[in-house]
């Protein structure tokens, strides 16, 4: 979430919507979907209101609408394979680690204490859970916000940086990167995209399928840490003023668009607006993303794959705080519901966590942030994958969940 100080890098030249031109079938699709779309967030889907804009940050107050969570206190845990099905594989989840070198703070409410420094051991001890666990995971997703942006005020953003990936590298099993607002309060694009926080060397290349090869211009890739199982790295940054440098092109789109849905004098104040994510702490998918987004599950789709989708911004109103969502959501989750093969998608940066499956049967889940963790607690999880269902074993603050595939898409191994 917000942070201190911001830098800037080359212009980052992305396709915008002018350049979106999806074939006959998917334009029929996104249009209905759109419509779709609107309406079932107008009638709030499952009840209920969509959390109110806050000043800046997600206010404390965590989401209740989880009609389809199932809590799994008190049962065993999923790791361990039951009599009628086994576990496939596992992955681990951490987000907002945000750790900086500095006495305990607080949120921009004020109402939620900030570990700055403890934040580190908390990763420390889910390193050595993922370590000793009796089948290592194959991969852990960290979903973004590594260091606080206060590093760059104070100037010791590489050395915060160092000790927290050094800290990564007593991991036994990869782990993919993706990039929040804290990393471009740091550093800029160009800085990111030549550092050891840019794991994009371990996506998968489709062989004679070259639309599913993400461009240079945006932070996307995909993978498949277990067969017919394909994980994609979304970048919720590809549309922002931060990061970039302020005389490009790409800054002077994204500052036009930031403005002409945020009339305030402070662009990280989402007070009055009627679309309260249209703030400078958010961003959003360039077209050209979404057109790849699109090919790759498209691709998945007809090769029967299950997908599960990774990106700092959550993109569903009913899991998240309005205030949190990317600028664009409503297209993200357009092209996810014309097709079949998604699961989840796991986002961090409202730091309180929600969920909810929405009514295609794509399970929203926004993990817990490590920076508002207290000691003598935890924030991260592992997630169990069988062939009907994923279920994640939350640590601390984390929750179970049990995320059951849509019917037809069940695999019988």
Known sequence: MLGLGTSQ?????????????PPPDFRRRFHFLRKSLRAALSAQL?????????????????PTRETHLKVMDDKPDPGTPSENSE??????????IQYADLEDGYNFQGNRRRYYRHSLLHLRSAIEHWNTEGSPPRCVLQLGDIIDGYNAQYQVSEKSLE????????????VHHTWGNHEFYNFSRNYLTNSKLNTKFLEDQIVHHPETVPSEDYYAYHFVPFPQFR???????????????????????????????????????????????????????????????NEVLTFSDTNQEKVVIVSHLPIYPEASDSVCLAWNYRDALAVIWSHKCVVCFFAGHTHDGGYSEDPFGVHHINLE????????????????????????KGRGRVPDRIMNYKKENAFQF
């Open 9 to 21: 890098s080359p212009a980052m030249h992305s396709g915008d919507r002018a350049s979106f031109d």
């Open 87 to 96: 576990v496939l594989f596992s992955f681990g989840v951490i987000a907002d």
């Open 46 to 62: 499952v009840g209920g209101e969509v959390a109110q804009p806050v000043a800046r940050e997600s206010s404390a107050v965590e």
């Open 163 to 174: 000790l927290v990936m050094n800290t990564f590298q007593m991991l036994k099993v990869p």
């Open 369 to 392: 942030g490590v920076i508002e963790t207290a000691p003598d607690s935890q924030a991260f999880g592992t997630v169990y994958v069988y062939p009907d269902k994923m279920m994640l």
């Open 231 to 293: 994980f994609i790295l979304l970048d919720a940054y590809d549309l922002s003023v931060l990061g970039v440098d302020q005389s490009s092109p790409k800054y002077q789109q994204c500052l036009k668009i930031l403005k002409e849905h945020n009339p305030n004098s402070e662009l990280n104040s989402p007070q009055g607006l009627s679309e309260p994510q249209f703030v400078q702490f958010n961003g959003g998918f360039s077209q050209e993303q979404l057109n790849w987004l």
